[in-house]
């Protein structure tokens, strides 16, 4: 199938959900919930909000499509399914079985309207035992009810264990049971040794939803964890990476056969004719311009200070890459240009960042 509608997959989603999940704003990359990076995942910051507000801010069930970048996914882009700028949906709920009806909204739309037959999907959750450290942790029975409950059968739930399977990390102070969700795109390679979700190298589950049940506080104090129970506010948050649900209804679970990719790679030939690129470099060029035009309309690129050198540091990484492409001659600005046109109708903010002091930036070797 090629997607021929615009507003693509995030818009259709929000469309259909408003009823149900309100739509609220996203967060800018430079949130504040995420100290030593910019915002990854659509998942915690509402109720990392909601807690530091000490109010209820936002609508019992909502959801929001949210610009992520991940600076530690960069050495993987270029390949079928790493970009280190994406978007991602999601719907949360501040209910007691709000992950029953996230997950079943969601999965609904991807069996519905997106069309991939239920029995493609598969999934992971916890199976018990420590996380970080800390522990050990039951095994997530809820998530299995609602696998169930979406007729996904125990012979297509794989079992995981620590981070694997429950969120805890260094950057969000909260956490909880992760349990994803995985599309069968039917292409075993039959020397795959372990042809399962999260095992399999061959590249025949591509993970698309991530469901968290928000319930736990998680503190970091020098690489020591501890993970408790969240004393009063939860919530729970079931999303999907918005140009991963597009490459699956391409029918390539190829990331960059994507309408953004689709659209941009013209000009991106135009730009770097007369040199030697590669295919992977392209998509990084694109990837690598996407985040800095988002991080500069942000304000990540004005950040200063202590507090800011951890961020400062991350921002570098994509900084650095611009560097490299324009240090071999590529022209940028008329790319920058063309990515804020192009992403301009659905994120108005875009429409005002500077791409020749971006430029700038990149050229001034502030960042080393
Ligand atoms: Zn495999």
Request: hydrophobic content about 40%; some cysteine.
């Amino acid at each position: 199938m090629t997607i021929t509608i615009e507003p693509f997959i995030g818009s259709v989603f929000s469309h259909q959900s408003q009823a149900l999940f309100p739509k609220v704003p996203h967060e800018p990359l430079t949130s504040p919930f995420f100290r030593t990076a910019f915002t990854p995942s659509a998942g915690p910051t509402l109720l990392i909000d909601e807690i530091n507000s000490k109010s209820h801010r936002y609508p019992d069930l909502c959801h929001v499509c949210q610009p992520c970048v991940r600076y530690w996914d960069l050495p993987n882009v270029g390949d079928k399914t790493h970009l280190s700028f994406f978007e991602m949906v999601a719907c949360s709920s501040f209910l007691p079985n709000g992950r029953w009806t996230t997950m079943e909204h969601i999965f609904k739309f991807l069996t519905t309207t997106c069309s991939i037959p239920p029995d493609r999907f598969w999934a992971t959750r916890f199976g018990g035992g420590n996380v970080l450290g800390c522990g050990p942790f039951p095994e997530d029975t809820v998530a299995i009810d609602i696998l169930h409950h979406l007729d996904i059968p125990d012979s297509r739930i794989v079992d995981v264990a620590g981070v694997e399977g429950f969120v805890a990390n260094s950057m969000e102070p909260i956490g909880g049971y992760r349990c994803e969700l995985y599309v069968d795109l039917g292409t075993q390679n039959l020397t795959c040794n372990q042809c399962l979700p999260g095992l399999c190298t061959c590249g025949r589950f591509l993970e698309l939803v991530t469901s968290v049940a928000y319930e736990f506080e998680v503190l970091n104090r020098d690489s020591l964890y501890s993970i408790s129970p969240l004393p009063k506010q939860f919530m729970h948050a079931t999303g999907f990476g918005v140009e991963r649900l597009e490459s699956i209804l391409e029918g390539s679970g190829i990331i960059h056969h994507t309408p953004r990719f689709r659209h941009l790679m013209p000009f991106v030939n135009q730009i770097i004719s007369g040199f030697s690129l590669t295919y992977p470099d392209q998509i990084r060029l694109v990837d690598t311009l996407c985040a800095l035009l988002f991080l500069h309309a942000d304000g990540a690129t004005t950040l200063s200070g202590k507090s800011n050198r951890s961020r400062r540091w991350v921002l570098n990484k994509w900084i650095k890459q611009a560097r490299s492409f324009h240090s071999r001659g590529v022209s940028i600005l008329p790319l920058l240009d063309e990515i804020k046109r192009w992403y301009s109708p659905r994120y108005a903010h875009i429409q005002d960042a500077d791409t020749s002091l971006l430029l700038q930036l990149v050229h001034a070797q502030q960042y080393n």
